[in-house]
């Protein structure tokens, strides 16, 4: 079974994580894991921190020479603003009180049900870990999984369709080329001119004192029919990938496809039609079923679009009220995105390819990419004379 875990504080010393069950025999790189996460950390709208983390993955478990062991894999990712918190974040009892409580909840995160639930009367014990700085260990996590898939054929890319009120148009392009463009922009669209209109109304929001949410897309391309299953509902991979993609930080709504839009339209214009050709098998002209039928993979590009709200700290301050003293307050920022949409839209690659990665293992096996690669060849033929 391929799992993981991640433990740490925004302004803890680390992140950690430790994925289990990885075949024996991947090449995994600090480097290749690096490059994702400064891509978590590009984006247009992101605030101060962002200057101050410069982030790299250390692999401390699980690799020997490039190569994973079969062991457990152990990755840090260092705070580089942990000179700064050293006691204000200490393990050690001595320190207590080196830093007065945060007893102010801001509307639209997790810090008064938090403190409720946790019975804490600091809200920093609660934001430390709500916060989506933990969203980089899942993308250290996400970059070891898209690893695996790449040695299998199976891509995992992501990019933003719109945010605020602007969209992009829609794209028809081949996957690998949209994503190019969208490494190109700023704002992580593939859209040169939406991507200009983007960054307009980031900048306009915070003129405002406001912030703004957006749609991004994954795609995943090269997947094999028959990844999740549907003899048992909470295996569906299409519950898999939302339950995964939803529990990004700030993540409102998932579509797999046409999604909400199947809602509105008859079935003669949502499902798409099964043809066969001696040469190329089994194949559809559309797919408006993102690549997901009866809770498996179908063989098409797997799509999945999340809605994200907007940045819930606003420089314009929300009200809210100080659990002490019980008198409304106005919610102040020192710093804070505007738009992480570009951002989130990486996490949701990685999120989506752990998923993807755990369904292959499950499919195929492997102790090692040499076993798990032949079961997997072996399938792909068994698929196209069947
Ligand atoms: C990549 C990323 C960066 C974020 N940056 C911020 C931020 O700078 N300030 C903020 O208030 N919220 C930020 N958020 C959103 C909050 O983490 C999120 O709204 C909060 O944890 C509440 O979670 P919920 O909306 O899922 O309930 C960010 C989210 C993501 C995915």
């Not at 803890?12 to 600090?30: D, K, N």
């Not at 690096?34 to 950390?41: A, C, E, F, S």
């Not at 700290?313 to 920022?333: C, E, G, H, M, N």
């Amino acid at each position: 079974m391929l799992r993981y875990l991640t433990a740490g504080e925004s302004h803890g010393p680390e992140l950690v994580a430790i994925i289990e069950g990885l075949p024996a025999g991947l090449t995994v790189t600090e480097e290749m894991i690096g490059r994702d996460l400064v891509r978590r950390q590009q984006g247009y709208g992101r605030g101060g921190r962002m200057k101050i983390e410069k982030d790299r993955a250390r692999i401390v478990s699980g690799v020997r020479w490039g190569r994973t062991l079969g062991s457990p894999l152990g990755l840090v990712v260092e705070n580089k603003d942990w000179a700064n918190w050293q006691e204000k974040m200490s393990a050690d009892p001595a320190h207590a009180g080196s830093m007065n409580a945060v007893t102010r909840p801001r509307p639209g995160h997790a810090d008064l049900t938090g403190m409720l639930k946790y019975c804490h009367a600091d809200a920093r014990n609660v934001l430390e870990r709500s916060s989506a700085r933990e969203t980089a260990a899942r993308v250290a996590v996400g970059a070891v999984a898209k690893a695996l898939l790449l040695e299998l054929g199976i891509k995992v890319m992501g990019w933003v369709t719109e945010i605020g009120t602007v969209a992009a148009g829609g794209f028809t392009g081949k996957a690998d080329i949209l994503c190019k463009k969208a490494e190109a922009s700023e704002v992580r669209c593939p859209d040169e001119s939406a991507s200009w209109s983007m960054i307009e109304a980031i900048d306009r929001a915070k003129d405002a004192g406001d912030s703004l949410g957006g749609v991004f897309e994954v795609t995943v391309t090269g997947c094999p029919p028959g990844l999740g299953s549907y003899v048992q509902r909470d295996r569906t991979l299409d519950g898999l990938l939302a339950g995964a993609i939803m529990s990004i930080q700030a993540i409102k709504g998932v579509e797999v496809g046409m999604g909400f839009d199947a809602a509105r339209r008859p079935g003669s214009q949502v499902h798409d039609e099964i043809f066969h050709t001696s040469k190329k098998g089994f194949f559809r002209k559309t797919n408006h079923a993102g690549g997901i039928e009866g809770g498996m993979s179908n063989g098409s590009d797997i799509v999945i679009r999340a809605a994200m709200k907007p940045i819930p700290t606003l420089y314009k301050p929300l009200q809210s009220v100080d659990i002490v003293s019980r008198k409304a307050f106005k919610a102040s920022v020192e710093r804070s995105d505007t738009c992480a949409v570009p951002a989130a839209a990486v996490v949701g690659e990685a999120v989506a390819a752990f998923v993807i990665a755990q369904a292959m293992a499950e499919k195929f096996g492997g102790d090692s990419m040499t076993e798990m690669k032949r079961n997997f060849e072996g399938y792909i033929d068994y698929i196209k004379n069947f």
